[in-house]
């Protein structure tokens, strides 16, 4: 399944996928039996076709969603066993679109996430307040706390939530497509963040992405998924040649190449 | 290393704290945990005074020294102008409440139980139970009280299926969904009272539009039974509504439990608006105003707008009422038409500002 398994199966994974299934309607699998190893510490990518299945193999592996078959561990815990709350102080997910209605200013949407610290029936405390203001600072946001999100652009309000997820504190994090609505320089921003988190407090992280170019030498592993199945998985080098990127995103006319230290990839004439 | 901290600066227009020195005078509000004392005493001063005016309004002014003096008046203050103000307000705070949790549940500014066909259903179910009379009871409980409660929940049920594709609730289905099922209940209520003998058909029209009659505290007692555990659900899940209000999934992965809160929202919701609507018929749109007028004040925290909900709802349908009392020289106007009146102008208001938005 996985053509580039060069790691070898260890205790040392925060997050593993044990032949996840997953169908929206029946036998119709958009996830195909994924087994994968996310290990501590590690920035890893997870690339693939629109429709290939990213965005439902993350959710599986944040706890969004239930597999119809194979399971999840986190820290060699079953996922499903977890209790939601202290689920929520080790893994924060980002998702892709954040559809907001109401008004809700940037802070009260990043001190949202210290919920898993506070009890059911207490507002946030000056501490939560204080960590709220630091993850906006840390992307790079913190002009923004007093804005509705409604009145923000769509890269503004991916930092935001990005800001949410790291006011969470957790081990891991689950990113869907962050870059997505973001600038050059707060895309290189962001990955900086998580290669800071990662080296400064050993934070792991998995990215949902369609821009290749991020990925070497920032990326640690990278995941490629078509068609539900995990089709390649190793280093940004190992990943992102001619010949695997075209069977992962079926189009012949894929190139990559190295410049100065970095891939670049880039489809068609 | 010092990237991110750059970045800050140089994005920010004013100087930001980066580390942990929030408590700069510019942003000593920002950094400071959210004061509850001001929301609460504006609440409970806007409730004290509607009390107080809606005790004292009515066929007859009663202050203080006539209650002292006249025994009738007394005996009318606490046998029908007490009791009448407190069901007004129970209505109101249930409405109000209600209406606070299901736009954070829907993401829907326009979501009330009015609009959501939640009354609807109600209606239905009470007018069945009228035509069979309103005395019957079940251990205790009217059986107008738990015909209401069906009914709302199945329109819940009916609206919500319709609505969700997947793992969103498309907000244009869910108000059409609304207006059809309202639609629906309105034409079975028009055939029952068709079927239903002359004065129980009076009678289901005159409680349909929405009156709060002269009630015994006995009912009222009744009442609170069913109300107060579904208040109870509504102020619990208070901080999940919260957390949804900004989106499902992100909520599920905080901690909220969705199915688990989608349940409790069924239950409370159709359970307190039965009941309302069980006794005070349709009272419209006092649920999509109140949490506005709450938000407009005191902000878009859930967890503080529904609690407020509940006490200015309370006081609002408690000034509704003294209006509908006092605004005819002879007779009352249906307090219901009062806040369809109020509640509907303030509707399409909203809709007219909501087209700002790509949401709906």
Redesign the interface.
């Known amino acids: 399944m996985s053509a580039d398994a060069l790691m070898p199966a260890g205790a040392d994974a925060l997050i593993e996928a044990r032949g996840l299934r997953f169908a929206y309607e029946a036998d119709r699998w958009v996830v195909d039996g994924v087994s994968l190893e996310l290990k501590h510490g590690a920035l890893a990518a997870l690339i693939g076709a629109n429709g290939s299945g990213k965005s439902t193999l993350i959710r599986l592996l944040a706890g969004l969603r239930s597999a119809n078959a194979g399971e999840v561990l986190f820290s060699g815990q079953p996922l499903k066993g977890i209790p939601r709350k202290r689920l929520a102080r080790s893994l924060a997910y980002v998702p892709q679109i954040n559809p907001m209605i109401f008004p809700f200013t940037a802070m009260e949407v990043v001190l949202t996430g210290r919920t898993p610290y506070t009890p059911r029936f207490r507002f946030e405390n000056r501490l939560d307040v204080e960590q709220a203001l630091k993850a906006l600072a840390m992307v790079g946001a913190a002009h923004l706390a007093p804005r509705p999100v409604t009145e923000l652009s769509g890269g503004e309000r991916q930092l935001v939530a990005v800001a949410r997820a790291l006011a969470q504190e957790p081990e891991c994090l689950i990113l869907d497509e962050p870059a997505a609505a973001l600038d050059l320089k707060h895309r290189a921003a962001l990955i900086r963040i998580l290669r800071q988190l990662r080296d400064r407090q050993g934070m792991t992280a998995l990215m949902v992405t369609h821009d290749l170019q991020l990925l070497d030498p920032a990326f640690d592993r990278v995941f490629a998924i078509h068609r539900g199945l995990l089709l390649a998985e190793g280093s940004p080098g190992q990943v992102l040649r001619d010949e695997v990127l075209s069977r992962v995103y079926e189009d012949p006319q894929v190139r990559a190449r190295k410049l100065e230290g970095r891939t670049f990839v880039w489809s068609g004439t | 290393?010092d990237?991110?901290?750059q970045?800050?600066a140089?994005?920010?227009?004013?100087p930001?704290?980066?580390?942990?020195s929030?408590q700069r005078p510019g942003?000593a509000c920002?950094?400071?945990?959210?004061n509850?004392t001001r929301p609460l005493v504006l609440v409970l001063l806007f409730l004290a005074a509607s009390t107080l005016v809606s005790l004292w309004v009515g066929y007859r002014l009663l202050d203080l020294s006539v209650l002292r003096e006249d025994e009738t008046a007394r005996a009318l203050f606490f046998q029908l102008r007490l009791p009448r103000v407190v069901m007004a307000g129970i209505l109101g705070a249930s409405l109000g409440s209600v209406g606070a949790c299901l736009q954070?549940f829907f993401?829907?500014?326009l979501a009330e139980p009015f609009t959501l066909g939640v009354s609807g259903g109600g209606t239905l179910g009470a007018s069945v139970a009228i035509a069979l009379g309103w005395g019957i009871t079940l251990a205790g409980v009217p059986m107008v009280f738990l015909a209401a409660f069906a009914g709302s929940a199945a329109a819940v049920l009916v609206v919500y299926w319709l609505s969700r594709t997947?793992d969103v609730v498309m907000p244009g289905t869910l108000l059409l969904a609304g207006v059809v099922v309202n639609l629906i209940a309105s034409a079975g209520v028009i055939l029952i009272q068709y079927i239903a003998d002359y004065s129980r058909a009076l009678q289901i029209l005159r409680w349909t539009i929405g009156t709060i009659d002269a009630v015994g505290f006995d009912r009222i007692w009744r009442m609170l039974i069913l109300l107060i555990p579904g208040w109870a659900i509504l102020l619990?899940i208070a901080?999940d509504l919260?957390?949804l209000?900004?989106?499902e999934?992100?909520a599920?992965?905080?901690?909220?439990?969705v199915r688990r809160c989608e349940r409790l929202v069924y239950i409370a919701s159709s359970l307190i608006v039965g009941v309302a609507v069980a006794e005070g018929g349709t009272i419209a749109f006092v649920g999509l105003i109140i949490p506005h007028a709450v938000?407009l004040v005191l902000?878009?925290?859930v967890?503080l707008v529904l609690p407020c909900s509940f006490l200015v709802g309370a006081g609002f349908l408690m000034l509704a009422d003294a209006l509908a009392r006092t605004a005819l020289a002879s007779g009352e106007l249906p307090v219901g038409a009062v806040t369809a009146v109020i509640g509907g102008i303030t509707f399409l208001g909203l809709l007219r500002r909501q087209r700002r938005?790509s949401?709906i």
């Open positions: 290393m990237a991110s901290r970045d800050s140089g994005a920010g227009s004013s930001e704290p980066t580390d942990s929030p942003n920002r950094a400071a945990p959210r509850l954070a993401r829907n500014p997947g619990a901080r919260h957390l209000a900004m989106g999934e992100s599920a992965s905080l901690g909220v439990d938000r902000g878009q925290d967890r938005f949401a």
